[in-house]
């Protein structure tokens, strides 16, 4: 499997457990947490950046 393909497999299952986490504890209906969908969006960038230096390297 290419690290591409790995790479979007990993922050696909990220983002469904971060997003089951959030419903599950009823965070999405609270405005004082919404800062939290903010910060997925570097992790997300992290994420595939990593994966993309692994590949070139």
Known sequence: MS??????????????????????AGWHTDPAVMGLFVRVVPLQAAIVGLFLRRRAA
């Open 3 to 24: 690290d591409v393909v790995r790479a979007g497999i990993v922050l696909a299952v990220l983002v469904e457990v971060g997003t089951a986490i959030v419903i599950a």
